[in-house]
Nanobody, 115 residues
């Protein structure tokens, strides 16, 4: 069994920064892909950023230039550095990973951007 646990959410003022982390634990053989998604009430979950095992990244247009995703492969960790945060970035952020050829999700962490 594999578990993903997110940390680092919270309340921040517009223009501020937050860093999210997600640690994958359990019987891990391969991690092909890890990503961050976010969801607000009444809306579909949307991809924020993704990173492959080779380090290739992909970002939603709304966060390009402000967010950066990175991986620490030996530690099975994926991070999301979020800068210049806007109120519309407020959401529950979920970690996602394709691990051992299966899809796993974390429980989410709340990010609130408000003055």
């Amino acid at each position: 069994q594999v578990v993903l646990v997110e940390s680092g959410g919270g309340l921040v003022q517009p223009g501020g920064s937050l860093s999210l982390s997600c640690v994958a634990s359990g019987s891990i053989l391969t991690i092909a892909y890890m990503a961050w998604y976010r969801q607000t009430p009444g809306k579909q979950r949307e991809l924020v950023a993704a990173i492959t095992s080779s380090g290739r990244t992909n970002y939603a247009d709304s966060v390009k230039g402000r967010f950066a995703i990175s991986r620490d492969n030996p530690e099975n960790t994926v991070n999301l550095q979020m800068n210049n945060l806007k109120p519309e970035d407020s959401a529950v952020y979920y970690c996602n990973g394709v691990i051992n050829s299966r899809d796993y999700w974390g429980r989410g962490t709340q990010v609130t951007v408000s003055s």
